[in-house]
């Protein structure tokens, strides 16, 4: 991780790691907002099964809403993400980090309202009563070590859970996610010299 590379991201919006499935459920940041929150979900498609394609087609608005009586429910809905780290640690990126995804809804961070406004969505594919798996915890810690890099205003107490910014309406990324084990693979990312 290097300036260049934040500042490649910064101009581009694009994850160097990731692999480009476009959403077009996004629109522009409001003008003048500054990126400065970066939001943890979860999301699997069917509810607990990991591994296919269903998360990227709901993403993406191709999603065979008969495939499964869960689909059913989630049938016109329009969501993207960011990004989503599969169970192995890969990437996938739906969303410039430039634009404004579609990933919290109504939501409230220390009194700022509309989260998407300011905010990066990073999807892990999980659910919130199943581990998380080591890749992803070193996939996402890397991602937000960039990306904090990128918008220094993304600081260590501006990154949340969903369930944070939308109490009583969301749950992820749920007690699954060790957040202490996230903070310190984080450290590792951000103090590689002080950790050798």
Not at 38 to 49: A, E, F, T
Not at 154 to 176: N, Q, S, V, Y
């Amino acid at each position: 991780m290097t300036a260049k590379e934040a500042a490649d991201l910064r101009s581009s919006g694009r994850l160097p790691s990731a692999r480009w499935c476009p959403s077009p459920n996004f629109g522009s940041r409001p003008e003048g907002a500054s990126v400065s929150l970066l939001v943890v979900h979860n999301i699997s498609l069917p509810p607990g099964q990991f591994g296919g394609p269903e998360i990227e087609d709901f993403f993406c608005n191709r999603l065979d809403h008969s495939a499964h009586p869960y689909f059913e429910s989630i049938a016109g809905m329009q969501v993207s993400a960011h990004a989503l780290i599969r169970r192995d640690g890969s990437v996938v990126q739906f969303v410039s980090l430039l634009e404004r995804a579609w990933h919290a809804g109504r939501s409230c961070f220390r009194g700022e309202q509309e989260c998407n406004d300011f905010s990066i969505g990073i999807e892990l594919e999980g659910a919130d009563d199943i581990r998380y798996t080591e890749a992803q915890y070193r996939s996402l810690s890397g991602l937000t070590a960039l990306i904090m890099l990128a918008w220094p205003d993304i600081t260590e107490d501006r990154l949340t859970g969903h369930c944070d910014i939308a109490p009583g309406r969301k749950t992820d990324p749920g007690p699954a996610f060790d957040w202490s084990r996230y903070r310190a693979v984080l450290d590792l990312a951000l103090n590689p010299e002080e950790n050798r």
